[in-house]
């Protein structure tokens, strides 16, 4: 595939300065945020996800609902995937968008997946004519909604230019991380280090508190020490310490654990991929493992400081 080879998209400079026909598949908790915040930036988004409900709420955010796939792509200048795993992008893509939509569209799956799946969609979408990028996100559900979200991005230089214009609206910032499947490497390496640091402050905030230091003073001091990290100072995991957290609220809302369990057990095949030594994303695994197991999965993560 090469750049320019008569597709019959617009060029990058009409696309930012006009409207776009978008089509947004899986208008989840994600999702849903994210599509609203591409019709507030004056894009048409023609949205399709298996849930009426979530259909529903896309249609009150100024989305038009489609009831097939094949609806919501008529016509788009962009495809948008926002589902759960990569068993369900794999099938999407091959079966219902390569080959279908316009030959211009800029093909772009926002899910957290599997690296190989990433790759193996990106190649069939290229040697079927289109260009194509991962694209997941960092930020929960509050950045989704206020278009604020991280997306790190796999992809060519001509994809990525094709695609940034269509993220930036639902976007605090928009980073090539390099080829195809290099967004995917960078969101499992990322969240692999927040499992890691969240679980170590929890061990920390409850050795300080057990060995008799009020967690609020260890809080004011590690914070402004080499203990540092987002999860003590942004997102402390103990109810009335430090920073506002879902702690304060019984750990309801934030990033739930089995979605972060989800995560490492992307991040450990990856790394098994890659040939890579992790042991401590392993037992963070087994621990956010166990803690799902035992009822805890819709807690937020940082619930694993009351199994200490
Ligand atoms: P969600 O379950 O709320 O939404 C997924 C949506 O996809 C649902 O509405 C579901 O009905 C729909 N869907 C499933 N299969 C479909 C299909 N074949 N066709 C059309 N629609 C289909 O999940 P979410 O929290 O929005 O997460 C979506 C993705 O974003 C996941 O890959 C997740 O790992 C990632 N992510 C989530 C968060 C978070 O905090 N929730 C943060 C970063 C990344």
Not at 84 to 108: C, D
Request: a negative charge; hydrophobic letters at 45%.
């Amino acid at each position: 595939m090469s750049a320019g080879d008569g597709r019959k998209g617009r060029s990058l400079n009409d696309r930012e300065s006009n409207a776009m026909n978008i089509a947004f598949i899986g208008l989840g908790n994600m999702g849903g945020g994210m599509a609203a915040n591409l019709v507030k930036a004056g894009h048409a988004v023609r949205a399709f996800d298996l849930s009426q409900e979530a259909l529903v709420r896309a249609q009150e955010q100024g989305c038009t609902p489609c009831s097939s796939v094949a609806e919501a792509i008529a016509g788009a200048d962009a495809v948008i995937s926002m589902l759960p795993n990569g068993q369900i992008v794999r099938t999407l893509y091959t079966q219902e968008v390569i080959g279908k939509a316009p030959s211009g569209a800029i093909l772009v799956d926002c899910s957290t997946i599997d690296l190989e799946t990433a790759r193996g969609v990106t190649s069939q979408a290229h040697a079927a004519g289109y260009f194509m990028v991962d694209a997941p996100v960092s930020g929960g559900i509050a950045a989704a909604a206020a278009g604020t979200l991280t997306f790190m991005v796999g992809g060519t230089d001509e994809a990525f230019a094709r695609a940034a214009p269509v993220l930036e609206p639902m976007a605090k910032a928009v980073i090539r991380a390099g080829a195809s499947g290099a967004g995917q490497i960078a969101k499992m390496c990322n969240n692999m280090l927040l499992a890691i640091h969240m679980i170590g402050t929890c061990e920390a905030l409850k050795l300080a508190q057990k060995a008799g230091l009020d967690p609020q003073t260890f809080y004011e001091i590690s914070s402004r020490s080499t203990g540092y990290c987002w999860s003590l100072n942004d997102y402390t995991p103990m109810a009335g310490v430090g920073a506002a957290s879902p702690a304060d609220n019984g750990y309801a809302g934030g990033f739930a654990a089995a979605l972060m369990l989800k995560d490492l057990n992307l991040a450990m095949g990856g790394a098994a991929g890659a040939g890579a030594n992790v042991p401590m994303g392993e037992h963070a695994r087994a621990i956010y493992e166990a803690f799902v197991e035992s009822g805890g999965g819709a807690k937020d993560f940082g619930a694993i400081l009351t199994t200490l």
